[in-house]
């Protein structure tokens, strides 16, 4: 089953705007992380939410999970430049240990 | 800020060629892993290490591929005979310890191209 399942969005804001992005997955959960790429590099580890939490931030990140509705977003405030990247979440599958299963991710661009 | 690395960060290869792509993971970690991305597709596990041995892995890393920790700070991903379908971004991951609770760190990948 697929897990981790952005919605398919390309979003193209102004600096300085806020950007969501939303993930949905379909078995439970332990835990929920969100990574950054910026094209055609490796992925960086944004924020980890936790199945007993519902939300999180870290510095201009906000991150909420729904676990009733099996959902997540990410929010970044006050966009810049240099946070256009796609966007990933990944969830743990549960017959694994650590084996993480990602959405195809959200194309974010950032206008300056 | 410790980091896993990887190399090379791009490799062409023939069809049929074998190749190792290779990692350091961050020093105190004990889990390693392997991802791979397609072109526009989704990052997809391949495989986890744990105390020298194969923990996971997924219907992807069949018999032409193989993972070993050669020494205390390398971990090696070797695919015996490419294909073309082998192409792809392969990442290196890392986590300190068991557990679903774990964050993954991952490294910049290596870029493999079959021909």
């Known amino acids: 089953s697929q897990q981790g399942e952005e919605d398919p969005q390309a979003l193209s804001i102004q600096e300085g705007e806020n950007a969501t992005m939303n993930c949905s997955y379909k078995t439970s959960i332990n835990n929920l992380q969100w990574y950054r790429q910026n094209s055609g590099r490796g992925l960086v580890h944004l924020i980890l939410?936790?199945?007993?939490?519902r939300e999180k931030h870290s510095g201009r990140l906000r991150v909420t999970l729904d676990t009733s509705k099996k959902s997540s977003s990410l929010l970044i405030t006050a966009s810049r430049a240099a946070d256009t990247a796609s966007y990933f979440c990944?969830?743990?599958?549960?017959?694994?240990?650590?084996?993480?299963?990602f959405g195809k991710g959200n194309q974010v661009v950032v206008i300056p | 800020e410790p980091e896993v690395t990887q190399t090379p960060s791009h490799q062409v290869t023939q069809m049929g060629q074998e190749v190792i792509l290779r990692c350091v993971p961050i020093?105190?970690?004990?889990?390693f892993y392997w991802y791979r991305q397609i072109l526009g597709q989704k990052v997809e596990f391949l495989v986890s290490?744990?105390?020298?041995?194969?923990?996971?892995k997924s219907e992807i890393f069949d018999d032409q591929f193989s993972v070993e920790r050669p020494d205390g700070s390398n971990f090696t991903l070797k695919i015996r005979s490419t294909k073309l379908e082998d192409s792809a971004m392969y990442f290196c991951?890392?986590?300190?310890?068991?557990?679903?609770?774990?964050?993954?760190?991952f490294g910049p990948g290596t870029r493999l191209l079959v021909l």
């Open positions: 290490f744990y105390n020298n041995e194969i923990s996971e």
């Open positions: 020093s105190n970690h004990l889990y």
């Open positions: 939410i936790r199945s007993n939490e």
């Open positions: 990944a969830t743990p599958i549960n017959y694994g240990n650590n084996r993480l299963a």
């Open positions: 991951a890392s986590s300190e310890g068991a557990g679903r609770q774990e964050t993954q760190y």
